[in-house]
C-alpha cells in the first residue's frame, strides 16, 4: 500500500506562488515507479484533474483549469514530485492532491484512473 504525503499548500495573497510536493510515506518507495496525477477540490465543488507527469519519461500533460500556471517535476534522488503554480487567483483556493498509479503511462496522456491518494493539502489564496 503506497501512501503519499502532500505538502508546501498554505495561505498565499493573489498572484503569488507555491510549491506542492508529493512524497512516499513509507522508507523504501520510490515515486519514479508511479505515475502521478494531481487534482484539486474547491470548496462545495467537484474535483477536478489539473495534470500528471508520466513513469516512464518524465512527459507532463495539463488540463486548461490551471491556464499555463501549473507545472509538475520530478526530483527522483529527492524520491518527490512537485507541482508549481504561479500567479495564483482567490479561485485556485481548494485542497490539492497528488494521486499515483505503478501502471507504466508511456506517453503525455494522463491516466484515467489513480490507484493511491495523498491526504491533500489546503491552499488558500485570499488577500
Known amino acids: 500500500q503506497l501512501q503519499l504525503v502532500e505538502s508546501g499548500g498554505g495561505l498565499v495573497q493573489p498572484g503569488g506562488s507555491l510549491r506542492l510536493t508529493c512524497t512516499a510515506g513509507?522508507?523504501?518507495?520510490?515515486?519514479?515507479?508511479?505515475?502521478i496525477g494531481w487534482f484539486r477540490q474547491a470548496p462545495g465543488q467537484g474535483q477536478e484533474r489539473i495534470g500528471c507527469?508520466?513513469?516512464?519519461?518524465?512527459?507532463?500533460d495539463y488540463t486548461d483549469i490551471m491556464e499555463g500556471r501549473a507545472t509538475g517535476s520530478r526530483d527522483n534522488a529527492k524520491n518527490s514530485v512537485y507541482l508549481q503554480i504561479n500567479s495564483l487567483k482567490p479561485e485556485d483556493t481548494g485542497v490539492y492532491y497528488c494521486?499515483?498509479?505503478?501502471?507504466?503511462?508511456?506517453?503525455?496522456?494522463?491516466?484515467?484512473?489513480?490507484?493511491?491518494w495523498g491526504q491533500g493539502t489546503q491552499v488558500t489564496v485570499s488577500s
Open positions: 494521486a499515483a498509479d505503478p501502471y507504466i503511462q508511456s506517453g503525455r496522456t494522463c491516466l484515467a484512473q489513480y490507484e493511491y
Open positions: 513509507a522508507a523504501g518507495v520510490t515515486l519514479d515507479a508511479y505515475a
Open positions: 507527469i508520466n513513469n516512464s519519461d518524465g512527459r507532463t
